[in-house]
């Protein structure tokens, strides 16, 4: 199956999204209910006053509960057959913080650039458990992955294959590599759906130079191939494209090694597991995922091929999107032509995936301000009220119909779900309005993660030549 685009290739869709590319189908979207497992619980933000953490911290802010990312930990971990690891992919959160934590559960890591990799190792997570995956890699940071010694480079071209081989004879070592199967079914991937391009052939291999380069590598005195690396499709709920691509990843994997006349060692599957942003959406069966993988895992053990094989899996999403909230104050509200808009002191600049993907995330208000948080006055539209953001665009805009609870100024609205692809896939210094600081809550205890920066300290990084 799959592989395309992926949730972060979408930054790269960030212009065309800015000329317009909200779609329509957005489907009926449902303020949040009180979810005693999700973030927002008991009327609290990851049990705690938001009136408070915005006071503490400022508006707009990111949220994290690590409480919350601990159980997503859990839950996967405790259906997934045993040559399962996990390695948490940083693309998703890169917040040391947050790969600390992941880090100290245990979990490794799949980068895919060099700061990424510092992010992993200042993380503490150890090279032999971070893998290196992304087209475009630069000579410096081949270099580097080899000179750390990390546990598996993802060669993504007959090129970077050659690149990565003279580089480790220079530095007289032996790296390991898996190679990258180009994989494609644009239905199942969550931008392909939403907008329509799966990536144009820019990630992996196809057939025939994964077999070169699998003949390549099998010749080389400094290349160890381990096995093959295939990303399916980002936010996929259903169990079994998720366990079918697992299992065409293993066979395409067992038979290029076997031509090639080496072992397989490992096959990374790559990442995909979804969550819902919707209130109508379905989650992830998990026991269901579980059952299908314990399945194979049971295949896999009977068969001499692929006994001594590892799978890894790259979740990110699954493991820190639902930890997460945007929370933002109401700066202005008033009513156009009958329809009721609230407007945020932060929006899409922090918080781009609603308008990348045209897909709008649930929206919870909390109300701070005597009459707020009531129903709409009659005569305005539907009930609802718009939620956008300050920038000067039309697409700066955070629901559109969704939202039936009353805003009131200064009251509070936090965006859910936003823990993955958040504030590492926005456009920040657009409009010149402070970033937002991250903070992560412990056992009901926040702690600053990230400062707030406001517009003045990177205006002090730059220069008018006066030319
Ligand atoms: C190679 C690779 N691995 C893992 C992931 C993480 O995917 P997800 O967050 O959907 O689990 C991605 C996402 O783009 C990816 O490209």
């Not at 619980?41 to 802010?61: K, Q, W």
Request: include cysteine; hydrophobic fraction near 45%.
């Amino acid at each position: 199956m799959t592989a395309g685009a992926t949730e972060a290739d979408r930054e790269a869709r960030a212009t065309p999204a800015l000329d317009g590319l909200i779609t329509d189908d957005q489907g009926p979207q449902v303020a949040n209910a009180d979810d005693p497992a999700g973030i927002l619980r008991s009327g609290l933000l990851a049990g705690l006053d938001p009136g408070g953490l915005a006071d503490r911290f400022g508006t707009p802010l990111y949220v994290y509960d690590l409480d919350l990312v601990d159980r997503q930990v859990d839950r996967l971990r405790a259906v997934l057959p045993e040559p399962v690891e996990l390695a948490y992919a940083l693309k998703a959160n890169p917040s040391l913080a947050v790969v600390a934590h992941l880090g100290r559960r245990g979990l490794g890591a799949d980068i895919a650039s060099a700061g990424e990799l510092a992010t992993a190792l200042r993380a503490g997570i150890a090279p032999g458990s971070i893998v290196f995956t992304g087209p475009g890699k630069g000579e410096a940071e081949l270099a580097l992955a080899v000179e750390r010694g990390i546990r598996a480079v993802t060669v993504e071209s007959p090129a970077e294959l050659e690149r990565l081989e003279r580089i480790a004879a220079a530095a007289a070592r032996r790296v390991p590599v898996l190679l990258r199967a180009a994989v494609s079914d644009p239905a199942r991937h969550e931008v392909v759906r939403l907008i329509g391009d799966e990536g144009a052939g820019k990630f992996g291999m196809d057939r025939s130079d994964l077999r070169h380069a699998a003949r390549r590598a099998a010749r080389s005195e400094h290349l160890e191939l381990l096995g093959l690396h295939a990303f399916g499709a980002s936010n996929v709920r259903e169990a079994d494209v998720l366990a079918e691509h697992v299992a065409a990843t293993v066979a395409l994997a067992v038979e290029v090694t076997r031509e090639a006349g080496l072992p397989l060692r490992l096959v990374d599957a790559g990442g995909g597991l979804g969550i819902p942003y919707r209130a109508d959406e379905a989650p992830l069966d998990l026991a269901a995922l579980g059952a299908r993988l314990t399945a194979q895992a049971d295949r896999w053990r009977r068969e001499p091929a692929t006994r001594p094989m590892r799978l890894l899996l790259e979740p990110g999403r699954f493991l820190v999107g639902p930890a997460g909230a945007y929370l933002a104050r109401v700066v202005d509200r008033k009513t156009v032509d009958g329809q009721a808009v609230a407007i945020l002191d932060g929006g899409i600049h922090h918080l781009l995936r609603p308008a990348l993907v045209g897909q709008e995330q649930r929206i919870h208000v909390f109300t701070l301000t005597p009459g707020g948080g009531g129903p709409l006055p009659a005569g305005e539209a539907a009930g609802s009220v718009t939620i956008a953001g300050p920038l000067c665009s039309g697409l700066d805009v955070l629901s559109r119909g969704a939202v039936t609870a009353h805003p009131a100024v200064g009251d509070l609205v936090a965006v859910l779900d936003a823990g993955a692809y958040g504030f590492t896939e926005a456009m920040p210094f657009f409009l010149s309005h402070p970033i937002p600081a991250e903070v992560v809550v412990v056992g009901g205890r926040a702690e600053l993660v990230r400062p707030r920066l406001e517009p003045e300290t990177w205006l002090g990084w730059q220069r008018d030549p006066g030319l």
